[in-house]
């Protein structure tokens, strides 16, 4: 790994026999959240386990969850940690509302969040690592490793048969339409009530680890070597100019993409181009969410937890470039 991006031997090798390289990391590196992050973002204190994706619904309701079970809670002014009653690292948070939640990570862990407390939900049902969660008013979509996908709708859990075995690592949906999840060997499934299909993007087998989708259709996908697709009515397009890293997540604001990945990479795309907004020291950024255009949460490795927006710097260059 480069720097900022160590990972101990024994720590690499067990995610890769999960085939979930993209998702292990050392607490010990890179550094922590700083007080000299580039102008444009706030460093928010968020204690020292890795955090591993982000939430919400506004600026005043955010969920950030990490390794050891680690929850915490953005109300606008504060943040706040809660209890999970767990020690399993989460991977994978959705916010229905401002105070309703879902989590997901290793052993099968599902965590709702009601009237302000966690708990298990659907235990037993998998023991398998869970690396991504979505939900609507009427479901629940959590994927993970070896394919599995469950689904959690008003009568309970059970797993959706899938005949494809590989790691799926982040989904994303829209309000009563397709759900889409994303994985290993650029594997793309979509998920219609209780069927699978695959969604192929031609001549691409890298890994998928970040997935963003919209209700008119139109999606983003993203993962190794600054791979970035998106999806629309006329087809699916390639995006060149995003940093050649491990890209974690996307999420969309408006007609616009925010991406995040290993090596300090945050990138933007939008109708008018692709802008590359690298960070002042390569730390690996794993989660992002847009509250608004002007808005944006963003976690990573050692509880790095920022919000803001990247600004520009006086030559028109990226802030915190090169």
């Known amino acids: ?35 000299g992050a580039p102008r444009g973002w706030t460093a928010i204190q968020a204690g020292s386990a890795n955090l591993n994706a982000v939430a919400g619904v506004s600026d005043s309701a955010v969920w950030v969850v990490g390794d050891r079970g680690t ?36 052993g099968g862990t599902i965590l709702e969040r009601k009237a302000g407390v966690w708990a298990q939900v659907a235990a037993g049902l998998t023991r398998e690592v869970l690396t991504g969660v979505w939900a609507d008013a009427q479901r629940v979509v959590a994927v993970g490793s070896h394919g599995t996908v469950v689904l959690g709708t008003t009568t309970g859990y059970d797993r959706v048969p899938n005949s494809r075995a590989e790691n799926l690592l982040a989904v994303s949906g829209s309000s009563a339409g397709t759900v889409t999840a994303v994985g290993a060997l650029g594997l793309v499934l979509n998920l219609d009530g209780t069927t699978l299909s695959r969604f192929v993007i031609p001549a691409f087998s890298k890994l998928l680890s970040g997935v963003s989708r919209d209700a008119d259709g139109n ?19 390639a995006v060149t100019g995003c940093p050649q890293a491990a890209l974690r997540a996307v999420t969309k604001v408006g007609t616009d993409a925010w991406i995040v990945g290993w090596d ?15 960070y002042t020291d390569p730390r690996w950024f794993n989660g992002v969410y847009a509250a608004s255009p002007t808005s944006l949460w963003v976690v990573g490795a050692s509880g790095t937890l920022l919000h803001g927006l990247p600004s520009q710097g006086a030559d028109g260059g990226a802030e915190g470039g090169p």
């Open 219 to 237: 999606a983003y996908f993203v993962g190794q070597q600054g791979t970035v697709y998106h999806s629309d009515s006329s087809g699916v397009h």
């Open 71 to 106: 929850i915490a809670r953005w109300d606008g002014a504060a943040l706040a940690f809660e209890a999970s009653g767990t020690v399993a690292n989460l991977r994978g948070v959705w916010a229905l509302d401002a105070e309703h939640a879902y989590a997901v990570g290793d």
């Open 264 to 278: 300090g990479s945050i990138c933007q795309v939008s109708a008018s181009g692709v802008v590359v907004y690298p």
């Open 1 to 35: 790994m480069r720097r900022g991006g160590r990972v101990r031997a024994g720590v690499l090798a067990a995610a890769c026999g999960w085939g979930l390289c993209g998702c292990a990391q050392s607490s010990s590196a890179p550094r922590g959240a700083d007080a």
